[in-house]
């Protein structure tokens, strides 16, 4: 009998289960196919909860004419129930732009599926959704310049020429009315009457969207013959129509390019700089490895285990946790898209704020060693000198994106370290890399730091306020390049959403934040193998070297907005970005395999220090 009960207690209880994503609503099919900005995508179904607010994505393909297709495609949208057979979603500018392009805009055709989920009335439970898996969109752009349209028909023209297709009327659908003897379009099998529907996944509603993809041998036409509405699909070889352009040659020239310009890297001050760094940390490594403990005369001690080695080498003091906290918030809120000053100047005043608090804590309090207040002026001036390279290295990213704003800053960049920004072209990577070093040297120094930090002393309070406020400056910094240059909150695997939601945005700002922690640890790393060096000790280095580098970063940066040198890198912009990816790929190989086991270093190999 307990038996029993206890058998129909697990049943039962199985049984109140919420399911795993019921698909309690039926979507059947889309009301109108041909969608232009203003209009409204009515979703027909059943069982859709009157009323309330919607989430519909769009997964799949998106083909435009003459263009690349964009594969595995995701769109969310809103949406609202307007009665239990219908749902609407508004196509706006920026669902249109979307879809079509800006530059030009054309006329896109979406292939894939469309989900419709709606938010539970019960928490912790998941959404209401349904699925019409097979969906064909036709998203038309609002009407261009006269010179663009007859650009567009003449480019169909053409490639109608090169088929061998001759046409009754290239003013409406096309439809055939001969084929030339011995051309492209005979040997595929197309005939007389046959009427264009789609060609490389694009829908034939004008004679401008005929017209193959780049860079394809073959292209696949489906054509309606006898009335079959089903099509006919038949393959066109259109290797030819387009000769081979240099933008088709940009991966090989980029690689050419990036390999040419590692080898001056390494041949350069640079190379000698790169492997001073490693004797360096070769040299500390060993040092630690090699030091003898003291001898023990008190009672023995019980090993230190890894955590509690962890926890000693943490900050004790409060000071430290509010910073962080304190920096941490503001990178969240930027990441967030929450206006700090105003979103297109966010991140340069982020970058103002950590340099003028900087400066102003080397005017108050100072730097150990130094009571004049004229030494602190003097401290607070390089620390501006030193912004002047950061600044640079973010304008000439602004410049290059068209915005400063961290929205524009996301979307021009992926969340693959490929995509990201820092990758894009060698004026991007110097940028980073001018942003990151101008981090490095520390205006908390001073010139007594042996004697302040001496066993047994404490730094004074007054010289522990510089030390706080650079660590916030630390921490503002590298917020700023992870979202300018290192992804940002992109997440793996999550496509451009116009939908606010909550879990993948804090997804994002975990992200951004662990990115923003990996760029300082990144840089107190490199303080710690250089020795921590002081900002007045690299004052010559900064005003000689890194003050002109930010500026020719930004007069690099806009001189390539102007229209021939835009053209010509606008050509191997790939191949540009994966060369300046294998760059910082190969340099640190390059660095771990001169740091492997048993390798000697030499007086002769060391030389002085060149960041000096």
Not at 186 to 192: F, I, L, N, P, S
Not at 507 to 515: E, I, N, R, S, Y
């Amino acid at each position: 009998m307990r038996k029993a009960v206890s058998l129909s207690l697990i049943i039962f209880g199985w049984g109140c289960q919420p399911a795993a994503g019921p698909a309690l609503v039926q979507v059947s099919g889309v009301l109108s196919n041909r969608l232009r900005e203003g209009d409204v995508i009515e979703l027909r179904g059943d069982s859709f909860p009157e009323g309330r607010a919607a989430e519909v994505t769009l997964r799949g393909e998106v083909s435009r004419a003459g263009q690349a297709r964009a594969r595995r495609f995701e769109l969310s949208l809103p949406g609202r129930s307007v009665s239990t057979h219908a749902v609407a979603i508004d196509v706006t500018r920026p669902v249109e732009r979307t879809l079509t392009g800006t530059s030009p805009a054309l006329h896109a055709t979406f292939h894939g599926s469309i989900e419709v989920s709606f938010a539970p009335r019960v928490a912790r439970t998941p959404p209401v959704a349904g699925v019409l898996p097979d969906v064909t969109l036709d998203f038309i752009p609002a009407e261009g310049d006269s010179a663009s349209l007859e650009a567009e028909r003449e480019e169909g023209r053409r490639f109608a020429d090169f088929a061998g297709v001759l046409l009754a009327d290239d003013r409406t659908v096309p439809t055939v009315s001969g084929v030339m003897p011995g051309s492209v379009a005979e040997r595929a099998g197309v005939v007389a009457g046959d009427r264009l529907l789609e060609l490389g996944g694009v829908h034939v509603l004008a004679i401008g969207d005929f017209v193959p993809p780049p860079r394809a041998r073959t292209a696949e036409l489906v054509v309606e013959r006898d009335g079959n509405a089903d099509g006919r699909r038949l393959l066109l070889d259109v290797t030819g129509f387009r000769p081979v352009a240099a933008r088709d040659l940009g991966l090989a020239a980029g690689l050419v390019a990036g390999a040419l310009a590692l080898f001056f890297l390494l041949a350069s001050p640079f190379g000698r700089a790169l492997a001073f760094v490693e004797h360096r940390l070769l040299e500390r490594l060993r040092n630690r490895k090699l030091a003898v403990p003291p001898p023990r005369t008190g009672p023995a001690r019980r090993p230190v285990s890894l955590l509690g080695r962890l926890s000693r080498a943490l900050p004790s003091g409060p000071g430290t946790y509010v910073v962080f906290a304190f920096a941490s918030a503001l990178v969240a809120a930027a990441a967030l898209g929450i206006p700090l000053v105003a979103r297109e100047v966010d991140l340069p005043a982020l970058v103002v704020l950590a340099f003028t608090a900087l400066a102003f804590a080397s005017v108050v309090f100072g730097a150990p060693g130094e009571r004049r207040f004229t030494a602190r002026a003097r401290r607070a001036l390089l620390v501006f000198a030193q912004s002047i390279p950061a600044l640079g290295a973010l304008g000439a990213v602004g410049l290059t994106v068209g915005s400063f704003g961290p929205e524009a800053l996301g979307l021009a960049q992926g969340a693959l370290p490929w995509q990201w920004l820092a990758f894009k072209s060698p004026l991007l990577l110097a940028s980073a890399l001018l942003f990151v070093l101008s981090l490095v040297p520390e205006a908390s120094r001073g010139r007594s730091l042996e004697t302040a930090l001496a066993p047994g002393r404490l730094r004074a309070p007054r010289t522990a306020a510089t030390a706080l406020t650079g660590q916030g400056q630390l921490l503002l910094g590298s917020g700023v390049a992870t979202l300018a240059f290192f992804g940002g909150p992109h997440l793996p695997g999550v496509g451009y959403s116009l939908v606010p939601g909550f879990g993948v945005a804090l997804a994002g700002v975990a992200v951004a934040l662990l990115k923003t922690w990996a760029v300082a640890g990144s840089v107190a790393l490199l303080r710690w193998v250089l020795g921590r060096i002081d900002i007045d000790e690299v004052r010559g280095l900064t005003l000689r070297a890194g003050v002109p580098l930010g500026a020719a970063l930004v007069g690099f940066a806009l001189l390539a907005r102007t229209p021939p040198l835009e053209h010509l890198l606008a050509v191997s912009d790939r191949g540009l970005a994966w060369a300046s990816l294998a760059a910082g790929v190969f340099l640190c190989g390059f660095v771990a395999r001169r740091l492997l086991p048993g390798r000697a270093v030499t007086d002769a190999e060391r030389g002085p220090n060149p960041w000096l």
